[in-house]
């Protein structure tokens, strides 16, 4: 499950055409562009879409093109509802922020944009923005190969959580039985590889929790071949 929603958000970046879904109204011929953003983080060099996560927020946004032009909805009354239930409404209210809520009830939400008298009739689109779960991975070379003996730096990533730093996570690793915690901006743990130690294993186990919110925490785990 951990590379699902890594490949999710790939899919997503592309289909969506730089995060821009093109929807059709239900009347009148408008078409509703509707966009959205996460702010979880990433590492700086992701390209892909940036998911939310239970307990962070989205920026959602829309307008509303007829004849290849946006339409003027200043004076049309805007409702969105989240699972169906209203969390905001106002005069020309295109763009709202959305707390996705911290349990986890499905892996997407459903979001309904409602424009209100538009040309005599509401008009209306439902989007569903995937929710995934935090993430952190322990990435190549390291996973599925091989270390030989002496000194390394296991480097650990982490994906789609509701923080701005790293230092607002706590990572605490373990191989072969040792474990050793940190704070801060060190994601990477020092090992050496006694050459004693070569035809064996390496068991790596890495958990990064959340400070302040032991709810939420991800950990994965890897065995590597010594050379």
Same mark, same amino acid.
């Given at each position: ?175 072969? $039985?040792? !474990?050793?915690?940190? @704070?801060? &901006? =060190?994601?990477? +743990?020092? *090992? ?19 400070? $302040?919110? !032991?709810?939420?925490? @991800?950990? &994965? =785990?890897?065995? +590597?071949? *010594?050379?």
């Amino acid at each position: 499950m951990k590379n699902y929603f890594l490949k999710l958000s790939l899919f997503i970046t592309l289909f969506s055409l730089l995060t821009t879904v093109v929807v059709h109204a239900q009347a009148n011929g408008a078409k509703f562009f509707v966009s959205w953003r996460s702010e979880n983080y990433v590492p700086g060099w992701y390209a892909g879409k940036i998911l939310p996560s239970p307990g962070s927020s989205v920026i959602i946004g829309f307008e509303l093109i007829e004849g290849d032009k946006a339409v003027n909805i200043t004076q049309n009354e805007i409702r969105w509802f989240a699972n169906d239930v209203l969390f905001q409404k106002g005069f020309g209210l295109k763009t709202v922020k959305y707390a996705i809520p911290t349990t986890r009830t499905s892996n997407s939400q459903k979001i309904k944009i409602v424009v209100g008298g538009y040309k005599g009739a509401d008009i209306s689109k439902f989007i569903d923005i995937p929710v995934a779960s935090a993430e952190v991975v322990v990435p190549v070379p390291y996973v599925g190969g091989a270390l030989s003996p002496g000194k390394h730096t296991l480097s650990s990533l982490l994906y789609f959580w509701n923080i701005r730093e790293l230092f607002a996570t706590l990572l605490e690793w373990s191989y072969n $039985g040792t !474990e050793i915690s940190s @704070a801060g &901006n =060190n994601n990477s +743990l020092e *090992i050496e590889v006694p050459a004693t130690a070569s035809g064996g294993t390496l068991r790596l186990s890495v958990q990064a929790t959340k400070i $302040g919110d !032991e709810a939420t925490f @991800a950990k &994965n =785990n890897a065995v +590597l071949l *010594i050379k």
